[in-house]
């Protein structure tokens, strides 16, 4: 069978681009695919033992493949130079400065790519956007790029959102529920999606692969995550009215889920959502519809944030209160940091609002997660959006690498992700070594409250009242009453 295409560069080696790739390598044996990245010490990692994300599957994936159709490098140009096909898959954080500061995306570092690409390509290239950009950005691309066109170079521009999700990217990545390529609806742009397609159709069955123009393609993106992110909100918003009364937030989100319009996915009421994307897309959202002069779809959204940072403040508090209103001194251990499980990463982890806010009541925070790396973990909780004082910090928190050592004289256990090794330890010995009264806050509804209880620990979680009273009841110890 002909090959369509022979060499993929992609520039940007991170959460995006380094696993699509080493999927994308690992399924296309024939195709030699090299991930850039302008950062010298991610590319090495990337090329050691110690890959610079932890995935499950994915460094078996890199092994398998690495300098035989999978290259890391720092070499951009040539990889540019000698590429058919360009994904652009570089961050966009949101703008921290000037217009648009703290929503719109900053696509400083798309630019530079594209740019880069401009300056360097000597024959046409597919050029992919896959960095979660604004509606819109594909066209900032092929603006730059068409400007600066040398003669006999083409460039036809796709947007080619990613839908992995961390934690189980290589899974999704191997067997996506759909891939979405958005291009011009011109001969040139209809080509180029098909190309692509093909890369694609490699492993993924045809029915799958879906074609749009590329707005569509962009705006889908943050709509889905946007939905995704809705649902989250919904669920906690009800989780405090089940709190309030006595409905059992896990009880309404099966008896909704069960309706086959609404689906039982993502009805997870926690701490809060946490990731790059979710508050990340939705403010862009919020923020492109501010400029097309839609302040209701735009209020209409921001809500989904709004509700998110409700729910963190809200656990938080209730984590004070039930300490007799005041945490000052008071040992905390912290069971997980990262935004999910299975991922080290921690970008707008809930965890850091929860700290946040116990530091600032003075808690001592002992802090275990299994994969967050402690300099990240002190790098978060002493940005300046979390602190002034970034010593006080240091002094209050200490990072532990065992979780029988983080809860010794705690006086509370407080759970922040959903890791399965947090429902296997051993909490008779945990109770044994901690403060009395001992408490547990679960804020991911993992473990399993009625053993705690009967340990003898003070348990609350989300979105359900536990009180020992009831615990009581149940052994038929008292009478019923109320
Ligand atoms: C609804 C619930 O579906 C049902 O489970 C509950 O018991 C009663 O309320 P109903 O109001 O009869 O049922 O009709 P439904 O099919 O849900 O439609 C409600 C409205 O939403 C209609 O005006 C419908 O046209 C509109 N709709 C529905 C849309 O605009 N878009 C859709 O995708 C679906
Ligand atoms: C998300 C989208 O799922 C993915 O398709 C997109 O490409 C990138 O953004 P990610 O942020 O990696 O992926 O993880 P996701 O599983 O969506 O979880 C996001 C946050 O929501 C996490 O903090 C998670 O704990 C939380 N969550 C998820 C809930 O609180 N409840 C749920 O039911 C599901
Ligand atoms: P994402 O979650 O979107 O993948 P990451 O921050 O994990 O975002 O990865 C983006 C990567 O892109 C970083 O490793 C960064 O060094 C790299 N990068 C940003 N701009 C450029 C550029 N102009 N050239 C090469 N690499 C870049």
């Not at 594909?138 to 730059?144: K, T, V």
């Amino acid at each position: 069978e002909e090959l369509k295409i022979t060499k993929i560069c992609c520039i940007g080696a991170g959460y995006v681009g380094g696993p699509t790739c080493s999927v994308m390598a690992y399924k296309c044996p024939n195709i030699r695919m090299t991930v850039v990245d302008k950062s010298a010490e991610r590319i090495e990692a990337w090329n050691s033992d110690k890959l610079p994300i932890y995935e499950p599957g994915l460094f078996e994936i890199v092994k398998e493949r690495r300098n035989k159709n999978l290259f890391f490098s720092t070499d951009i140009p040539t990889a540019i130079r000698e590429a058919e096909l360009i994904f652009i898959s570089v961050n966009t954080p949101t703008k921290n400065f000037g217009n648009g500061r703290g929503r719109a995306a900053d696509l400083k570092y798309v630019e530079d790519a594209a740019r880069m690409i401009a300056e360097t390509a000597q024959s046409s290239k597919i050029v992919v956007e896959k960095s979660t950009v604004p509606v819109r950005a594909a066209e900032s691309i092929m603006h730059i790029l068409r400007a600066n066109q040398k003669a006999d170079v083409r460039y036809d521009i796709l947007s080619n959102p990613e839908f992995l999700a961390e934690g189980t990217a290589v899974a999704d990545l191997i067997n996506p529920d759909r891939v979405l390529i958005g291009g011009e609806q011109t001969d040139d742009g209809l080509r180029a999606i098909e190309t692509l397609s093909w890369v694609y159709e490699r492993w993924i069955p045809k029915e799958r692969i879906l074609s749009t123009n590329t707005w569509s393609s962009e705006l889908s993106k943050l709509a889905a995550n946007a939905f995704l992110a809705q649902r989250i909100s919904s669920i906690n918003s009800l989780s405090a009215v089940c709190e309030a009364t006595g409905a059992d937030v896990s009880e309404v989100a099966k008896a909704v889920g069960l309706d086959s319009r609404i689906g039982s996915k993502f009805l997870q009421a926690s701490v809060g959502f946490g990731g790059s994307c979710f508050q990340k897309d939705i403010l862009n959202l919020v923020y492109i519809c501010e400029g097309l002069n839609l302040p209701e779809v735009a209020a209409y959204w921001q809500q989904v944030i709004d509700m998110n940072e409700y729910q963190k403040t809200r656990f938080s508090q209730k984590i004070i209160e039930c300490l007799f209103n005041t945490v000052s001194d008071k040992r905390i251990a912290i069971f997980g940091f990262a935004f999910k499980k299975n991922t080290g990463d921690t970008r707008e982890t809930p965890a850091i609002t929860v700290c946040k806010i116990l530091l600032e009541e003075g808690a001592k925070l002992e802090i275990y997660d299994p994969k967050v790396e402690a300099e990240q973990i002190f790098s978060d909780l002493t940005s300046a959006s979390v602190t002034e004082n970034p010593e006080f910090v240091r002094q209050a928190v200490k990072v532990q690498s065992d979780p029988y050592t983080a809860v010794e004289r705690a006086h509370a256990i407080v759970v922040c992700t959903e890791w399965d090794e947090f429902q296997s330890l051993d909490y008779n010995k945990i109770y044994g070594s901690m403060m009395k009264p001992a408490y547990i806050f679960d804020g991911r509804k993992i473990l399993d409250h009625d053993a705690l209880q009967k340990i003898g620990f003070h348990v609350q979680t989300i979105g359900k009242k536990l009180n020992r009273a009831g615990l009581l009841r149940s052994w038929g110890q008292i009478p019923q009453f109320n």
